[in-house]
């Protein structure tokens, strides 16, 4: 029986996507129960939890102590987008036009801004702040995102043209 608490059984770990992790390598039979912890953060990506397969089957979160035999785990990941909405910022009265779409941008990939041009009647357009009244950041079409992290909302910032 000795012989059996002091035999090595290996883990394997796959699908880390170039995550660092410090879940042992192996066990021993007589090993306590071992507690997996999760990789590191990976941008653009959720870990989910480690699983007896890559796809369906059973998570995993300890090694049970009395264990025996090589254990593969598989790491499962859920991409993270965030959304980059665009406002008109404007009134009944005098409606814009050519306001972008709503896009989708993954955690840590590098967006543009739309280099639309939103147009309206009677008024200029600046370009786009974080916050209606133009009290936040300001970003022009075409100006380059990268980090995001949040939803980002852009609104129209409007000069009131007057004719002479």
């Known amino acids: 029986m000795e012989l059996l608490s002091n035999q090595a059984h290996p883990i394997y770990y796959h699908n880390l996507i170039r995550a660092r992790h ?4 192996f066990y021993l039979t007589s090993s306590p129960d071992i507690l997996l912890s999760e990789p590191e953060n990976q941008p653009g990506y959720h870990f989910l939890g480690w ?5 369906g089957n059973d998570r995993i979160t300890q090694i049970p102590h009395g264990s025996t035999g090589d254990v593969t785990l598989y ?9 980059l909405s665009y406002y008109a910022n404007d009134s009944t009265q005098s409606q ?4 972008p779409n709503t896009a989708r941008i993954r955690e840590g990939d590098t967006a543009l801004i739309s280099d639309c041009i939103p147009a ?3 008024y200029r357009f600046l370009g786009w702040n974080t916050c209606p009244d133009g009290s936040g950041v300001a970003w022009q ?18 000069l009131t043209c007057t004719s002479e």
Do not use: H, K, M
């Open 141 to 158: 079409p075409g100006a380059c995102l990268r980090n995001l992290t949040a939803n980002l909302a852009l609104y129209c910032q409007w």
């Open 120 to 122: 309206r009647p009677g």
């Open 75 to 83: 790491a499962r990941w859920e991409a993270v987008f965030y959304t």
């Open 96 to 99: 814009a036009i050519n306001i």
């Open 51 to 55: 699983y007896d397969s890559p796809t």
């Open 22 to 25: 410090f879940n042992p390598a």
